[in-house]
């Protein structure tokens, strides 16, 4: 009876089930879009497939308008995450170096843009851009995106320099060290697999957001926007099987990489506790 | 007192006076910190010879180790001047500082092996490669790391760690070094050793050393001065004698050494005066009742309420006839733990030569 | 010339300060909070019916027509989607948060919260359509259904009134399904963390005192999850308010607040009933930030 409940002993049956499920439920459902890549059907999704073939892909990249949803979709998020790196780390920095009064208050505005869901802050932006007559434009979409990104480096470079060992910063300064040559020899190195992680997130998160673009990018396209046209009015089904297969692979090794960097040095820290 | 001494010297108009005065490593004039509302430090006066093993001694937040970040230039005094042989560094950065320091957590730098390590300060100066390689390898030699030069320092021990500190601060020839609790983080054997090491190095190198401490041992054992810092004022400053011999306070007696502080009726009934004062428990005999009391001493009867046996020493705990207690510790020359512990409970006679009553204020 | 730029600046460390805060709030306060107060400024507008613009004056007339009949049932409606998701939720994520929490080695544990905290992060609508494959009615779903011999189950619940539909990639059933699906690990992730924070030490206490595993997770973890489970359900809770992406992929021509939302800024060109309509899930939102806040709980998010 004891053993049951000590910790580190084996799950009962019915939590094992229930994790085994919940885990499938998450996962399964993602696999399924790259089982359908393969369908010859063009008009439904039926199943079993009726058969195997590899066309759609040739398909999807004679197609000249995926190419440049594809494109406008990498060009924003990576203007988005440099936007989100630089300001991300500029506040980490500050809230980490000093304590100055409202210093809770820029956590909280900098967390908003993601704990508010993604129509508010699609609709703010909207209105906004509306009452100042301002044009729908490729920077319309990185300011949106920008705002929830800077969020993600900014936890993480934050993170990582309250897991700073010592007084790093002081001794090189000590040693002879100015400002700028402790940044570049004493945090940049500390820093630098935070801002590699954050810069992932940031992209990862900026191309394949869908609700706040829909808002700011006008007539431009970017790639989610042209698969949500696709989930509200089907007419490419077997390339948008593609499109988002495409998608899947290109969000998920920033973020894999992302969380193993960020998992592996807690994990140390844990060891060394 | 001090500047109405030098202030009758220049009276005088002797000059020799005045060229021999070499300025000091270090002087504090009047420093002061405060954040806030706090007083970290409250007008301190300082003066640190050349050459000197100079400890800073006092309990947490008593103000010494904001006195050691002054000196580095980690914070800015609020008011007064710091001196840097003779030339004012208040509000200098620490990198144009000719100060080093030894932290107490060592701040190795994580992502560099020792030998970067210890080349920073050259690195950071442009120092070429070639002689950078060369003094790394002296200061290796130095601190008897030779042969540890590729390692990261997570591949240290703790000791090991420390001297990569220390050798990281030395390459740089600073006027001061500064060492901020450096032993704390190790066991008390490799503490011992390192306190000597440290004074053997010191003098080898001949730079001013200024050691931040908690422990009054170490300070009684290593400085040539110590300055005993207490609620962000400094009690007083002498050599360890002078300090322990003589304490200035109430709380220097307290804190350096186990000191018994004699107040009221008790001490007028012993002295046949109205004071106040401190014997140490070493200085103090322990008698039979019977036994006689040499010339010129105190002595007071009582009873032994605890006795510590402590391998080279015995730490006794009398209850003095009338009220108040003292603390009396006797060397172990020919008694073994069996003999110590009968007296517990027995009535005993205290007595201690009058010279060793020190007289201490409030 | 660097060393002397970096001494000035180290002397003025509120400059520097300033210096380093400055472009973030700047970028944060002019483009976002400044639109939100411009939302704001705008629910309190109303929308003259005839000429169809934007009166320019202080009313409470837009607040006024966003509880009006057909928004009451559209807020009514999309709360209680939002409800049922929570509760699902909650049941599904607790076994799995539990099981990471507890009973994982630490290299299981590693990619099982790898695996809940991706989904987190991306993929909201290619994981939106992966269901739409799912659930259509000639899909996967129906083939497996069809395996079981409980199609006439199914067809019978897509008869119901309120949840079903032609299919269920077509009807709040499915909705209810792919949002439960969307914003799981919104819930597993809270409860996860709050059941870590419970101390080994409990549980052995609780069952050296004779409790059963069972009566030991019912008076000691449930209780000691709690909080986690009531972040998770308002993230989820929150999400689904505000979500529009679903009922416009899955949903039929019964509105949603998400839905409506867009539909009234976009087609309708009714940007102040757009706006009065968002303020219930920000309000909500901000109210729990602050409580989070409050509670210390805020480097976690």
Redesign the interface.
Known sequence: MRSNSAPGSSASLGVKLGALGAFLFLNVPILIIFLYTLTPDETTYTFPLPGITFKWFGVAVQRADLWRALILSIQVASVATAVALILGTLAAAAVYRSSFFGREAVSFLLVLPIALPGIVTGIALRSALGTFDFPFSFWTIVIGHATFCVVVVYNNILARFRRMQGSQIEASMDLGANSFQTFRFVVLPNIATALFAGGMLAFALSFDEVIVTTFTAGQQSTLPIWIFSQLVRPRDRPVTNVVATIVILITFFPIFFAQKLTAGTSDTQGETK | MNTLLSGAGVHSGNCEIMTNITAPALQFDQVSKYFGEVRAVDQADLDIRDGEFFSMLGPSGSGKTTCLRMIAGFERPTSGRILLHGQDVSSLPPYERNVNTVFQDYALFPHMNVEENIAYGLMVKQVPKAERLKRVEEMLELVRLAGFAKRKPSQLSGGQRQRVALARALINHPKVLLLDEPLGALDLKLRQQMQVELKALQQRVGITFIFVTHDQEEALTMSDRIALFNLGRIEQTGTPAEIYEHPATSFVAGFVGTSNLVTGDVAKRITGQEIIFSIRPEKIHLADLEAGVPQDSHSVDGVVRDVVYLGLYTRYLVELEGGGDLVVVEQNLKTTSMDVLKVKGKKVRLHWKKEHVREVGN | M??R???F???R?RMV?WL??G???A???V??????I??LV?SFFYLEEFTGLVVREFSLRTYLESVNIANREIILRTSTMAAAVTLADAL?????A???A??AS?RLK?W????????L??????????????L?????L??FVDLLHLSPLLDWLLRLPGIGGSSLSLSPLGMFVVFT?IW??YM?IPIQTALERVP?SL??A???LGA??GQ?FRTVILPLAFPGVVAGSIFTF??T?????VP??LGNSKFFI?QA??SY?GTGGN?PL??AM?MG??VI??LY?LIA?RLGA??A?
């Open positions: 660097l060393q730029v970096s001494t600046l180290y002397l460390p300060l380093m805060l472009p973030p709030l970028y944060m306060f483009v976002y909070l400044g639109s939100l411009n939302l705008y599904i994520a607790f076994p799995l539990y099981y990471i507890k009973f630490p590693t099982l919260i790898i695996s809940v905290t991706i989904p992060w991306s993929s909201y609508l290619v994981r939106v359509y992966a269901w739409k494959l799912i259509a009615k000639e899909g996967i129906s083939w699906y799981l690990p597993i080994a549980i052995e609780s069952s050296d059963h595993p030991t929150s999400l308010l505000g979500d529009f992406i416009l992929s998400g939302v867009y800024q940007i757009a706006a968002t899930p920000v939102m901000i930030l806040k805020f480097d998010l």
